[in-house]
């Protein structure tokens, strides 16, 4: 069974540039989560979609936003970028009922 | 809001010594709790999780980790570091209601000295 993919794994853009970051879920999950992880930040949740509905977002501007296709497969975009947008983006997916998160190999995004 | 505490931003051990990375979480009801393992450059494997089920919950590679209510904690525990354990390893829960959104402590980077 194929894990949870995310593309490109890498990404280098220019500030001021957008950026969109793709991520397949497994196979009969629904949920998907993005995640930011930033030199000295951490990890910090970003955007829950559900059945194609957006449930919940983090502590992000509104330049950070997604969607999720009927295949329950995921675009986050990142408007405007900053050069404190550098980060591993991670995404992950978790099956109806469970809570258990699988998460991506991510992508790495750099602001230049 | 629910948080997590590491303590211990890094820790070093002895190869063939016990790994003992602490966690605490700030939560009026005993809440999902999960420790997963990120390798450079990869994303985040789940080494276990506490579900309301046993207190003591093992998991792979040889980890487990005690859910305390009374100390709100949940420490992984290793009897024998490998070098191959040195990582970053997160602990995170998932808030009631919230589906799976995980909250995620700082991370302890655990180095295993030969």
């Known amino acids: 069974e194929a894990g949870v993919t995310q593309s490109p794994t890498h990404l280098i853009k220019t500030r001021g540039q957008q950026a969109t970051l793709r991520c397949s879920p497994i196979?009969?999950?629904?949920?998907v989560y993005w995640y930011q992880q930033a030199l000295g930040l951490g990890l910090q949740f970003l955007l829950w979609?559900?059945?194609?509905?957006?449930?919940n977002r983090g502590n992000f501007p509104p330049r950070f936003s997604g969607r999720q296709f009927p295949n329950y497969s995921s675009e986050l975009n990142v408007n405007a970028l900053e050069l404190e947008d550098s980060a591993l983006y991670l995404c992950?997916?978790?099956?109806?009922?469970?809570?258990?998160?699988?998460f991506g190999q991510g992508t790495r995004l750099t602001v230049v | 809001a629910q948080s997590v505490t590491q303590l211990g931003s890094h820790v070093s051990v002895s190869e063939g010594a016990l790994v003992l990375l602490r966690c605490n979480y700030s939560?009026?009801?005993?809440?999902?709790l999960f420790w997963y393992v990120q390798y450079p450059n990869q994303g985040l494997q789940l080494l276990l999780k506490?579900?309301?089920?046993?207190?003591l919950v093992k998991g792979i590679n040889g980890f487990e980790a005690e859910f305390k209510k009374s100390e709100t904690s949940f420490h992984l525990t290793k009897p024998s570091a490998h070098m191959s354990d040195a990582a970053e390893y997160f602990c995170?829960?998932?808030?009631?209601?919230?589906?799976?959104?995980?909250?995620f402590g700082q991370g302890t980077e655990l180095s295993v000295k030969p």
């Open positions: 992950a997916s978790i099956p109806r009922g469970i809570v258990e998160a699988f």
């Open positions: 196979s009969g999950h629904t949920s």
């Open positions: 979609y559900d059945e194609g509905e957006e449930r």
């Open positions: 939560s009026s009801v005993p809440p999902y």
């Open positions: 506490y579900t309301s089920a046993a207190t």
């Open positions: 995170a829960v998932t808030p009631w209601n919230q589906g799976g959104k995980l909250i």
